[in-house]
Every structure is written in C-alpha cells, then in structure tokens.
C-alpha cells in the first residue's frame, strides 16, 4: 500500500499525519486492496480545520462489501474529517457524507468471486423465482426452490460467469451432491435511475449451447438494486471485462 501526498503551501501536516490515518481508514472500509496509491490535496488553512479538497486515488484487486474489482480509480472532494483527534493519535472520521467519482473494471474472474456475496447472492435467488415463473424449460426450478429455504441457492448451485461476444454469461451449475438441473443464460447489462443494474436483452442458452439460444422477455429489466448511494453513468461488457462508471456517496458511520 502506497501512499503520496501534496499541497501549494509547503506543509508537513498532510504527508506525517494524514496519508497514516487515512490508510488506516481505508483497510477498515475495503475487505482487501492491492497497489493502492493516493493522493492528498488541500491548503493548510482549510486542512487544519478538517477540510480536505481532493484525494485521487487509484488501486488493483479491491474488494468491497464482497464486491471484487480488477482495478479501480477514484476522485473524491469536500471531505470533513476529525483532524484535531487525528492529531491526537484517534481514529480518522468522517464529519459529513462526501461523493466519490471515478471508475472501476470487473473480470470475469472478479465476477465469480462476487457471485458470493450477500448483495449478488439475493439477486441471484430473486432471479431465478421469476425465471422458474416465466420460462417452461426453467418450470423445474420451482420444485427445487420450493425445497430450499430463501436465500440458500448456492447450496444447490456453483455460480460461474464469463464474458464472451460483449455478454455477460451466466451459468448455474448443480453441485455434485444435488441433482437439479443446469441454468444458463447470456446477457446485456443496462442502467436505470442509476442506481439500478438491470439485464437487457436475456436469451436462455438451450442445452448450455451459445449460439442455440430463446429470448426471456419476461426477465428482461430484471433488476439488483445498488442502493440510493450509488449513481451509475455508464456500464459496458467489453471483450474480457465489465466497465463501470459513476458516483458513490460515502457516509459518516453511525455512532
């Protein structure tokens, strides 16, 4: 983990006390974080009272809230920390909500690993409710999801993702201790209100072959809600890797 720090006026207050408390800070928000490199900016006078203008920063193979991204760089402004109990050697908090911009790149790698969290996971449950419902060579998973207690699919299933033509490609496939039938799709991804990741375009791949494929118009829009925090300007499928772009309002926790 690396850090680099900067202000017009010269001070020692920001490369000796901040970029320390800062790390700190962020080892405590992100699950794990390669190659993280940031960069402070702010004059003395708005730093000494709290303020801090600017931190750009940049990092490889982040994992937030079970999320895994190959790489990602962000620019955040008007942050209002605590710096008179920094200074006293206390932990860094925030004072005020403070927005978050940049970029990030999921692989497909990235994808499966994120498959496992709570966020995704829930999704994915919901999603195959509404697949059984809407699609006749899905009927079977209403018998295997009305067996399984809510939220508990991955029991049944190992989830793997891939990119392949610009979609994302989804397959469940059972465990070996179960004996269910497979599920795959293939997929567009298209943002609503911003805040919501939404398919486009789904096709059920037939006997798990790609290029034999039926449109699901009843699961297309099919939504994960990201959280009113989060404000998506921009999502592609390229050839290896989902790009992102957008806003994260970053809160103060609650005491």
């Known amino acids: ?9 010269g001070s020692r207050l920001i490369s000796r006390i901040l970029p320390p408390a800062i790390r700190l800070w962020l080892t405590t928000q992100l699950d794990d974080v ?20 600017n931190v750009s920063l940049s990092a490889e193979r982040a994992v937030y809230q079970g999320i895994h991204l190959s790489q990602a760089a962000v620019q955040a402004s008007g942050i209002h920390i605590n710096l008179g109990q920094v200074i006293r050697r206390q932990p860094l908090r925030l004072l005020a909500p403070f927005p978050v911009s940049g970029t990030a790149l999921l692989s497909a790698t990235d994808l499966n690993k994120s498959l496992q969290s709570p966020l995704l996971g829930e999704g994915l449950y919901d999603f ?16 295997v999801l009305g067996h399984l207690p809510e939220r508990t699919v991955l029991s049944h299933y190992q989830p793997i993702a891939a990119i392949e033509s610009h979609n994302l490609i989804l397959r469940l496939v059972p465990r070996p201790e179960h004996a269910v039938s497979p599920v795959a799709i293939s997929t567009q991804l298209e943002i ?27 699961i297309h829009g099919f939504e994960i809600d990201l959280g009113s925090e989060v404000t998506l300007t921009h999502c592609e499928i390229q050839s290896d890797h989902v790009a992102l772009s957008g806003t994260v309002q970053v809160l103060p926790e609650k005491s």
């Open 128 to 143: 195959l409710v509404l697949l059984a419902k809407s699609q006749p060579e899905a009927d079977y998973l209403k018998t």
């Open 34 to 53: 390669e190659n993280l490199i940031f960069r402070i900016e702010g004059r003395d006078r708005e730093i000494l009272s709290g303020h801090i203008s």
């Open 1 to 9: 983990m690396t850090e680099l720090a900067s202000n017009k006026s």
């Open 192 to 218: 609503r209100e911003g805040h919501r990741l939404c398919l486009k375009a789904p096709h059920w791949l037939i006997d798990d072959n790609s290029t034999d494929t039926a449109p699901l118009p009843a």
